[in-house]
């Protein structure tokens, strides 16, 4: 199992507005491709930034979904043009567990 950790910068004063269009549009379709483990936003330390993890069996799998993703007509023409916009930059992780990590 792993787990990917995707962190967004959001344009200021965009944060509740990339939530909400995620909430409404965005979660749907990817549901579809991944597993969400959980999704945050800051309030302290570095502001503006959506942070969210995602549960694959392998890199494989992960690379096989994200490619079924960025072909979903919905994903891109419902949800990326809507979303990009209010992005400055992101960044993408993938997490192995250690052996005591209580997910694995």
């Known amino acids: 199992m792993i787990h990917e950790m995707r962190t967004y910068s959001v344009k200021?004063?965009?944060?509740q507005e990339y939530l909400q269009l995620f909430e409404e549009i965005g979660?749907?379709?990817?549901?579809?491709?991944?597993k969400l483990v959980g999704y945050w936003?800051?309030?302290?330390?570095?502001?503006?930034q959506i942070i969210?993890?995602?549960?694959?069996?392998?890199?494989d799998l992960?690379?096989?979904?994200?490619?079924a993703l960025y072909s979903d007509p919905e994903w891109l023409e419902e949800f990326i043009p809507?979303?990009?916009?209010?992005?400055?930059?992101?960044?993408?992780?993938?997490?192995?567990?250690?052996?005591?990590?209580?997910i694995k």
């Open 41 to 48: 936003y800051t309030e302290i330390g570095e502001l503006n």
């Open 52 to 59: 969210h993890i995602w549960e694959y069996e392998s890199l």
């Open 82 to 102: 809507k979303a990009m916009p209010l992005l400055e930059k992101q960044e993408s992780k993938i997490l192995y567990p250690a052996a005591f990590s209580p």
């Open 27 to 34: 979660l749907a379709i990817i549901s579809k491709y991944a």
């Open 62 to 67: 992960r690379a096989e979904r994200r490619k």
């Open 12 to 15: 200021i004063g965009k944060t």
